[in-house]
């Protein structure tokens, strides 16, 4: 179908993080970079937009930096009866008609594309954990059913993901699980489906996946920890790691820490810099997987695992195995007194009747 796309259009100077924001308002989620003559010279997806800030660049880089110049692309003089085909069969976003001169006639994109569709996918979110950083709030209460404004964490987490199409949960609990399944029952007041599995005793991070009966599951599923607050387009997670080979993409962050010290480089007892108080950068896991089927096929049923040695098996086993996925978007590890307060600000702006 042909789609109107000038809101589409960007200029090649216009930074990551102003293109970030387009795509968000944007139904069809592909950008066109044109140049003064309005010739498309480029074309951005989220996927892009992310595989730039993995190498390097900051969201202040402009986006001629980090567009994709080989694009599938027509002219108006060939035959555009097959386009629909093509983008679906390549899953593509759309394909952009040009005239001789290079200038966008129109746009063609499925239909499918444009619609938020349901997904098979099936999402595993982890809440069987003591909260022991939380205490006294989880003495009588699942760190997954604590409030956050009117609704508790897990909650706002299900229906997060309904939002983006997946409405298949499997909720793995440990301490308090009764409280849990009392309150989200078969997920039908959510308007979702919810089963669950029990850990007889704390598996780890990763442990619960030896559990689960594969005969259900896609070759794709979604694993989170139930007390991370996020606005992450998990479709755009799913569609980034669908894009690749690889068996697990592991959501990362990045994190600053400052070391308040002058920090000294030496050559034996001669001293060559001191850098005052430097700040480092590292990116650290954000506690959402997306994992291929065939990983569960390698566990042991019940083995206690935790998600940083099953990476480091499929790494050892694949090096290209294992891909990172930034998040620039909202994001709080609920995991002590200060975090838990500071969601209930946070709810308002990031959550609170945010559609």
Not at 18 to 41: H, P
Not at 224 to 251: G, P, R, Y
Request: charge should be negative; proline fraction near 3%; glycine fraction near 6%.
């Amino acid at each position: 179908m042909q789609i109107d796309f000038e809101n589409n259009l960007v200029a090649p100077s216009s930074t990551l993080k102003s293109c970030i924001s387009a795509l968000n308002d944007l139904e069809l989620k592909i950008l066109f970079v044109v140049n003064d003559n309005l010739k498309l010279i480029g074309t951005v997806t989220d996927g892009d937009i992310r595989r730039a800030i993995l190498s390097g660049l900051n969201l202040e880089t402009k986006i001629d930096k980090a567009m994709f110049t080989e694009f599938v692309k027509y002219y108006d003089e060939q035959s555009i009866s097959k386009l629909e085909n093509e983008i679906l069969s390549n899953d593509l976003q759309a394909i952009p008609i040009l005239n001789k001169d290079n200038t966008i006639q129109a746009v063609h994109a499925a239909g499918m594309h444009l619609k938020r569709s349901s997904k098979q996918n099936t999402v595993i979110l982890m809440a069987g954990g003591f909260g022991s950083r939380l205490r006294p709030l989880t003495n009588d209460c699942p760190k997954p059913l604590l409030k956050v404004g009117e609704k508790p964490i897990i909650e706002i987490i299900i229906e997060n993901f309904i939002k983006y199409g997946f409405n298949n949960f499997i909720v793995s609990t440990h301490y308090m699980a009764q409280m849990i399944k009392d309150h989200l029952g078969d997920g039908s007041g959510l308007n979702c489906t919810i089963t669950y599995i029990e850990e007889e005793k704390p598996l780890g991070t990763a442990g619960c996946l030896s559990l689960i009966e594969q005969k259900n599951l896609n070759s794709n599923l979604f694993l989170m920890n139930a007390d991370v607050l996020t606005s992450v387009n998990f479709k755009q997670l799913l569609d980034f790691h669908e894009h690749t080979t690889a068996s697990i993409t592991m959501c990362v962050r990045n994190y600053t820490h400052q070391i308040p010290y002058g920090v000294v480089s030496s050559n034996n007892e001669y001293i060559e810099s001191i850098e005052e108080k430097p700040t480092n950068t590292s990116k650290v896991s954000a506690g959402i997987y997306v994992i291929n089927n065939k990983v569960l096929q390698k566990l042991n049923k019940g083995e206690y695992l935790d998600m940083p040695t099953l990476i480091s098996r499929e790494i050892m086993e694949k090096k290209s195995s294992v891909i990172a996925f930034p998040i620039h978007e909202y994001w709080l590890d609920i995991g002590q007194i200060g975090d838990y307060k500071r969601a209930q600000v946070d709810y308002i702006s990031n959550f609170l009747n945010n559609d």
